[in-house]
């Protein structure tokens, strides 16, 4: 039930924001939805500075929970207000001095340089309200309550679509943005607190339950997921930064648009695979090696197709796409998706990889592969922008993807696990490479008869080309099950 509401969940968040994204572009032209973007990778790096005390939380309070032990509970939620509740007052005093190093680092038009200041400290003081909410969120999370976590989140992204729509015109100022942003995230903290307390009636945090033993117990457990959580929130916001910093504004509105798509595909394939996580702990834990083997491979097999259909989906279509749902405003987007896109093959087919090897604790070793990845695009952007602008900035991201989100977790998973690489080729890279070449071949040739200029043509085509693309991976993936069918057609 989790699974599937996460999954839902990971869905309709993605369809608001591709809705919301094509409305504040038509609103406020690509120059200045590239701000909004800067100012959205900007703040968003705020949220680094619980140091991995929402990950120890939820995890702690689960573990309280399986030794039905409130009293613990309470202790570690009560910890948990003061040092989240540390964190908020901290980013709102860091958010008045945001602005100043904002407009010193990026080029901002002096007539919008207030509006962006306002707008960034508002999304300072969102990241703010987020620390207030992270312990009740921590606590659904420990319960295993994340169907009613998206109970609350989906109708909350619902009202700021909402909110944008009604209250953001051609040329709006981005602080009302913020302020849309900002409320929604107030009545998120509102709701999660009083979920929280009906899910949990004997919850009853006091300041004097908030002790030093109890913080450096989160904080030990919090350390490596920090490192994990820093490193990869930055190689996600890396590569915007580096866009305004060294081209414009509009290439930045250019490329946020790239990376929505991308980025969105990795919800997708986390939510769906983050079931594993758990099995994984539990195999670890009773040194089911055999099992541990079988789901890396299995899981892989099925990551992997799903990485395919997306690809592939993406590649074939994602011309037409960006242009019905831009509108024709950022066509040149598309070389930067295609760009990404093959970067990111590999990269999405090992989130099964990643969540084993989170699974037995080797967190530090991820955290080594997204520190890797961050200092890759620092370095291949800066290198290759001169020569290739967006285009070499995209490729930067790309490459990094596949080395470190890639091909390095997928040869330390073999290792870790023991499984031999060709076992791993044959079983999972193999049928899916065959199966999803002749399903991008089909896809291509069906994408060229249909040419599609409008959204019913679009969603003909998609069918067809997923209809395609799901037939050929399944031959090969499951060719038992084909011959099965086919024999009695063959012998007769």
């Not at 991820?366 to 620092?378: D, N």
């Not at 069918?463 to 057609?489: D, G, H, N, R, T």
Request: charged share 10%.
């Amino acid at each position: 039930m989790s699974v599937v509401a996460s999954c839902i969940g990971a869905v309709l968040n993605a369809l608001c924001g591709l809705v919301a994204a094509a409305f504040l572009l038509r609103q406020l032209g690509l120059e200045t939805f590239g701000l909004w973007a800067l100012v959205v990778s900007t703040t968003s790096l705020l949220w680094l500075l619980d140091f991995g005390t929402t990950v120890a939380v939820g995890r702690l309070i689960a573990a309280g929970r399986a030794e039905s032990s409130i009293d613990g509970i309470n202790r570690i939620f009560s910890t948990a207000i003061a040092m989240l509740g540390v964190c908020a007052i901290g980013v709102a005093l860091v958010a008045w001095f945001i602005p100043l190093v904002f407009l010193a680092v990026f080029t901002v038009p002096p007539q919008d340089a207030a509006s962006v200041g306002l707008a960034l400290r508002l999304m300072a003081l969102a990241s703010a309200v987020h620390f207030i909410a992270a312990p009740f969120t921590c606590l659904l999370w420990g319960y295993e309550r994340m169907d009613l976590i998206n109970i609350i989140e989906v109708p909350l992204v619902l009202l700021r679509l909402a909110l944008l729509m009604m209250f953001v015109g051609i040329g709006s100022p981005l602080w009302i943005i913020a302020a849309c942003t900002l409320f929604t995230g107030c009545l998120s903290a509102v709701t999660m607190a009083y979920a929280s307390f009906q899910v949990e009636p004997w919850l009853a945090p006091r300041p004097h339950m908030a002790t030093r033993r109890t913080a450096a117990t989160i904080l030990r457990l919090g350390i490596d997921f920090a490192a994990l959580n820093a490193a990869r929130s930055i190689a996600l916001q890396l590569s915007p930064i580096l866009v305004g910093y060294t081209l414009s504004n509009a290439a930045v509105g250019i490329f946020a648009i790239a990376r929505q798509l991308s980025v969105n595909c990795n919800i997708l394939l986390s939510a769906t695979t983050e079931a594993i996580a758990a099995r994984s702990v539990r195999l670890f834990h009773e040194q089911a090696h055999m099992a541990q083997q079988t789901l890396f491979v299995e899981g892989g097999r099925y990551t992997t197709a799903l990485s395919c259909l997306l690809t592939i989906g993406l590649l074939v279509l994602g011309d037409s796409f960006i242009h019905l749902w831009q509108g024709g405003r950022a066509d040149e987007a598309y070389q930067q998706l295609q760009i990404l896109m093959l970067g990111e093959l590999i990269a999405l087919s090992q989130w099964v990889t990643y969540w084993v090897i989170a699974g037995v604790k080797k967190h530090r070793l991820l955290a080594v592969f997204a520190v890797c990845e961050s200092v890759t695009i620092a370095g291949l952007s800066l290198l290759l922008v001169q020569s290739f602008g967006l285009s070499g900035l995209s490729f930067a991201a790309a490459a990094a993807a596949v080395l470190f989100r890639g091909l390095g977790p997928l040869i330390y998973g073999c290792r870790l696990l023991a499984v031999e690489p060709r076992r791993y080729m044959v079983r999972v890279i193999l049928p899916n490479a065959v199966g999803g070449l002749i399903g991008a071949l089909a896809a291509y040739w069906l994408d060229a008869w249909l040419d599609p200029r409008d959204w019913s043509t679009f969603f003909l085509a998609g069918c067809l080309c997923a209809l395609v693309s799901v037939a050929s991976q399944i031959a090969f993936l499951f060719p038992q099950v084909l011959l099965w069918k086919l024999w009695p057609l063959i012998r007769g």
